[in-house]
């Protein structure tokens, strides 16, 4: 066999080896279930399907986003007052742009909400909130009170149940 012919070889057989190995579960599989649910129980409320349909009375909300419809609906009612820059129903985030309170004109503030999971859970939620002031030199950032984003993180669920509630009632 001649040089290039064994160094061929070795380049195949290292490929047939990492498409092996990938398929392997040391690689990352998904985290064990420890609430006691059975997987199938836990995956019954995933994100949408792909007709639209399955698991809305357990994920509560629309077929159509991939994220808890409460929780969505609950950011969004509760950061009305902010301008909206993007929201991204599909992979659950909601940017705010920058909103200045008219009686504190030389201070802002932008917020980020990640809803992580389709069960309407307090760890399902995560509250970024970014505050800049303005000085000689223009906008810079400054720090923001950690309770502050806890505070926005609890009226945001709080809203989550009351719209939930308000739908069983239904």
Known sequence: ??????????????????????????????ERNTSGESRAEDNS????????GG???????????????FLWRASLDTLNFMPLASADPFGGVI?????????????????????????LRADALNVSIFRQTQGGSG???ASVDPDTETQIENAILT????????TLGN
């Open 1 to 30: 066999m001649t040089q290039a012919g064994r160094t061929l070889f070795r380049g195949a057989l290292f490929m047939v080896a990492a498409l092996a190995l990938s398929a392997c579960s040391v690689f990352g599989g998904p």
């Open 45 to 52: 409320s995933g994100g949408i399907g792909i007709f639209g």
């Open 55 to 69: 698991g809305e009375s357990n994920r509560g909300g629309d077929a159509g986003i991939g994220v808890n419809s």
């Open 95 to 119: 940017i705010t742009d920058w909103y200045s309170d008219p009686t504190t004109p030389t201070e802002r503030f932008k917020a980020t909400v990640y809803i992580l999971d389709t069960r």
């Open 139 to 141: 906008w810079t950032d």
């Open 159 to 166: 809203r989550a149940r009351e719209l939930r509630l308000s």
